[in-house]
């Protein structure tokens, strides 16, 4: 569930950027890319994922990567190319490859206990 926003910017394979302000969704998998923003990175499908919908809905949407830089760090994620309408989201698989948690008290991101054991 989101409960909070952040902004980051986005890098493309061509080296195209764009700043989006996601809603930090804690029940998201994957990070979701708005239409418009994929086209303008020019992300393209690397695969097709079947997610649900908090309704138990199925359906398919296309995967890509890109490079994702937030205030507390960067790396590249894996990102749901989003379809006309839909808003951007912030997943968790893009957290925890930032070594992010979201603190749900404070509603910030906060730096992961990493665990070497």
């Known amino acids: 569930m989101g409960i909070t926003y952040t902004e980051g910017t986005l890098t493309g394979p061509t080296g195209k950027q764009a700043t989006v302000r996601f809603l930090v969704d804690s029940g998201a998998i994957y990070t979701l890319v708005p ?3 994929w086209k303008t990175l020019d992300l393209s ?3 097709t994922v079947t997610f649900s919908l908090p309704d138990g809905t199925p ?3 296309p995967v890509s990567e890109c490079h994702i830089a937030l205030p507390q760090g960067d790396g590249h994620t894996p990102v749901i190319l989003g ?3 839909d808003e951007a989201l912030l997943g968790v698989v ?3 490859e930032l070594g992010l948690v979201f603190h749900p008290f404070k ?3 906060e730096p992961m206990r990493m665990l070497l054991a």
């Open 35 to 37: 239409h418009d923003v």
């Open 45 to 47: 499908p690397k695969r």
């Open 59 to 61: 359906i398919n949407r």
């Open 83 to 85: 379809e006309p309408g």
């Open 94 to 96: 893009t957290l925890e």
């Open 107 to 109: 509603r910030t991101l």
